[in-house]
């Protein structure tokens, strides 16, 4: 019989890579003064880019979480179940810190590690990493209350991954989720009608229903009520001190988009217990640290997956022939492959510059607190935004081979809109930023400070910056121009950020396209000049050692 599938002219598998080799995410760590983390860095790198760790992310997702409300004999029990491999993910994950262990970590540029960390890890799979963040953000939330953070945060922040419904106390480890939005209210949680009555034990008895629950299977949950003083926060644990479960009823999970590996819930309070976290109505201020935390991670996980699609998209096209010479020696494939790496490395800059500054921040730098404020709203509205056009041009530069599953594209594709979504949508984002401009005025001018940094190193920028001034001083319709001016800010962010700190190939590209205008509407059209060949070699993945 005549061989008709012989197989020829197909892309090696992406693996035996160091996901960790990506020159714009090194010399961030190292400019955060963190390069002490590299070595384990690049560990978890070599793994990432393994067969093993994409084996654990495929089967996490094509094996999603199930709900079991009772057991076989009718008792409620309220438990998610979890692939194996869901577990080897979260384990590594907490393994590594990339969870609330940096909020216990005293060397310079903790956090900064840390988002290095997500930031690799996250291009395994991106599910498990929504426990990973909560967990990470709870700790400055409960810090309002130095009683519960005393209590929690040491098993909140030690590195070992303790999965099962016991009693927190009794657990090496633990796992946090939060439960803000309601089915009337969403983003509004001013709204929320869940209602939390005193107690004489000292505690709460919250009744009342969560629309979105992250991470249900966690071990505590950060949540709002409305106490007798005003919507307030709680804190509420799966199992109570004398072992029997809290009246936290799970009633179904969301059947999502993407984000399959994970459980999202909602989640009825039954008189579930809490305690009270700061002051009685002061819930949203309590919880706004929490919000701004996971907007980080928002950020960084955006970034996170435009790496992924751009090394992905360089690595097919590498290996790749069409038309008598490989695709990436076609002129029109460089185009995309450069532009998606410009777009990649400018997210990837401003994340981690935003890391920099929750370390400097935390150190009691009031001038970077006040970048990372508005920054963070900035960066979360158009790096996020930016990531589902992202992850579509990448998937199809692999073509129709891009289009199944067996190639992890779509998977990619499926998760980006999350981020944009998650922690406030694109609007929420925005006015949150004009929110930080109009109670903390002095943040407009750190973030103004970030840009003249830069002045006189191109003239493209400098005339973007100059635009944007003009912006600023011009109020009417203001909440109407809201996404034109943030995105002009995030713009003028991340060509600050690469002129002064990025690749000279990368930020001429960034600078003549994004501020210059001399750009199509989609990718791949990048102006005669830039160095693309430069570029493209920065995305090109690099063999594990």
């Not at 939390?196 to 505590?220: I, N």
């Not at 005003?230 to 969301?254: A, E, H, I, M, Y």
Request: proline content about 6%.
């Amino acid at each position: 019989m005549t061989a008709t599938h012989e197989v020829t002219n197909q892309v090696p598998l992406p693996y035996g890579h160091d996901t960790a080799a990506d020159p714009a995410l090194l010399a961030a760590l190292h400019r955060a003064g963190a390069g002490w983390a590299e070595p384990e860095l690049r560990a978890l790198g070599r793994l990432a880019g393994s067969e093993q760790a994409a084996e654990w992310g495929r089967l996490a997702n094509e094996n999603p979480p199930v709900l079991r409300t009772h057991d076989r004999f009718g008792h409620r029990i309220d438990e998610v179940e979890f692939h194996p491999y869901w577990h080897e993910l979260m384990r590594t994950a907490v393994g590594h810190g990339l969870h609330a262990a940096p909020w216990r970590d005293d060397r310079p540029g903790a956090h900064t590690a840390r988002a290095a960390k997500f930031f690799v890890w996250g291009q395994v799979e991106a599910g498990h990493t929504c426990p990973v963040s909560m967990t990470y953000a709870a700790v400055p939330a409960l810090r309002a209350t130095p009683a519960l953070a005393a209590e929690f945060e040491p098993l909140l922040a030690a590195t070992e991954y303790d999965f099962g419904l016991r009693e927190p106390h009794g657990k090496r480890g633990l796992i946090a989720g939060m439960s803000m939005t309601e089915k009337q209210g969403g983003s509004d949680v001013r709204t929320n009608t869940t209602t939390a009555v005193p107690h004489p034990d000292g505690g709460y008895r919250l009744t009342g229903h969560k629309w979105f629950t992250s991470a249900p299977m966690s071990d505590l949950f950060l949540t709002l009520a409305q106490a007798p003083g005003g919507l307030s926060c709680f804190l509420l644990p799966r199992v109570l001190p004398d072992g029997t479960r809290n009246r936290l009823r799970l009633q179904r999970l969301k059947d999502k988009l993407g984000n399959k590996s994970n459980a999202s819930a909602e989640i009825e309070y039954d008189e579930a217990y809490g305690l009270l976290v700061g002051e009685e109505g002061r819930g949203v201020r309590t919880i706004i640290e929490m919000v701004n935390t996971t907007r980080l991670d928002c950020t960084i996980g955006a970034a996170s997956g435009m790496r992924l699609g751009a090394t992905r998209a360089v690595q097919h096209a590498l290996h790749r022939r069409a038309f008598g010479r490989a695709l990436v020696d076609q002129p029109l494939m460089r185009n995309v492959l450069a532009d998606l790496v410009v777009e990649s490395e400018a997210a990837t800059t401003v994340a981690m510059r935003l890391a920099r500054a929750t370390d400097a921040a935390l150190a009691g730098d009031e001038q970077e607190a006040l970048v990372r404020r508005l920054g963070l709203a900035v960066a979360k509205y158009w790096v996020c935004k930016r990531g589902p056009a992202h992850a579509a041009e990448a998937l199809e530069c692999l073509g129709g081979n891009g289009y199944v599953e067996e190639s992890g594209m779509p998977r990619l594709y499926r998760e980006a809109p999350l981020v944009s979504i998650w922690e406030g949508s694109g609007n929420v984002a925005a006015l949150d930023a004009l929110r930080a401009m109009a109670k903390h005025p002095e943040s407009v001018d750190a973030l103004l400070g970030e840009l003249d940094a830069a002045a006189g190193a191109d003239r493209r920028l400098d005339a973007a910056v100059a635009a944007l001034r003009k912006q600023l001083t011009d109020l009417d319709l203001l909440e109407y121009r809201a996404r034109r001016l943030v995105e002009a800010m995030a713009l003028a962010f991340q060509g600050a950020l690469l002129v002064r700190y990025g690749d000279p190939a990368v930020a001429d590209a960034f600078c003549a396209s994004r501020l210059g205008g001399d750009h199509g509407a989609a990718f791949g059209t990048l102006p005669p000049g830039p160095d693309v060949a430069a570029i493209i070699d920065r995305a090109r993945p690099v063999p594990a050692a």
